[in-house]
T-cell receptor
């Protein structure tokens, strides 16, 4: 069964360093997303990406964040200068997307990357 | 105002019994989707069940069913015949619009299944 994959599973970095989190969405999906979950809290939306551009972003997704689809399979989230408060689990998700109302457009999540900023 | 409200931070259920996890939502959109995800202690987010705003019947997926009451804006998850492996965090989420939109999550309910 197709699944979303993410690497690395755990990333430890020093405050102020740049990190790149990588994701491979499900191959026939058109929408890609990043979410984060601070330990013990709910899952928060960061950004969605469709047709090679950002379709929506949250207030959290400031100038320190960027996303890219560098090739036909990978989808990356870059944090330019990490802060302590960026420590969280980062989830990538993808969905099929369609013009048909009857499909669910379920978002399938990857296993997450746990980012620890020291 | 909260878009998704899960009022039960923690729930206990005896193995083999049924349990209902509550979720209420708030939206002015006519087209939206409601989802439940399971997050075990290992951390991954597992999709369980979906209910569309236009669906007239309650969704079912194996032991999971969704009690959808549109007028009350509630989408409760019912797990029948609980198993020890059901112990996890459960999140209710909503997508406003027909497709491609972000998911808005509730705070989650931690379910513990007792043997």
């Amino acid at each position: 069964e197709p699944e979303v994959t993410q690497t690395p599973s755990h990333q430890v970095t020093q405050m102020g360093q740049e990190v790149i989190l990588r994701c491979v969405p499900i191959s026939n999906h058109l929408y890609f997303y990043w979410y984060r979950q601070i330990l013990g809290q709910k899952v928060e939306f960061l950004v969605s990406f469709y047709n090679n551009e950002i379709s929506e972003k949250s207030e959290i997704f400031d100038d320190q964040f960027s996303v890219e689809r560098p090739d036909g399979s990978n989808f990356t989230l870059k944090i330019r200068s990490t802060k302590l408060e960026d420590s969280a689990m980062y989830f990538c998700a993808s969905s099929e997307g369609s013009g048909r109302y009857e499909i669910t457009d379920t978002q399938y999540f990857g296993p997450g990357t746990r980012l620890t900023v020291l | 105002a909260q878009k998704i409200t899960q009022t039960q931070p923690g729930m206990f259920v005896q193995e083999k019994e049924a349990v209902t996890l509550d979720c209420t939502y708030d939206t002015s959109d006519q087209s939206y989707g409601l989802f439940w995800y399971k997050q075990p202690s290992s951390g991954e987010m597992i999709f369980l069940i979906y209910q569309g705003s236009y669906d007239e019947q309650n969704a079912t997926e194996g032991r999971y069913s969704l009690n959808f009451q549109k007028a009350r804006k509630s989408a409760n998850l019912v797990i029948s015949a609980s198993q020890l492996g059901d112990s996890a965090m459960y999140f209710c989420a909503m997508r406003e619009g027909p497709w491609g939109g972000k998911l808005i999550f509730g705070q989650g309910t931690e379910l513990s299944v007792k043997p």
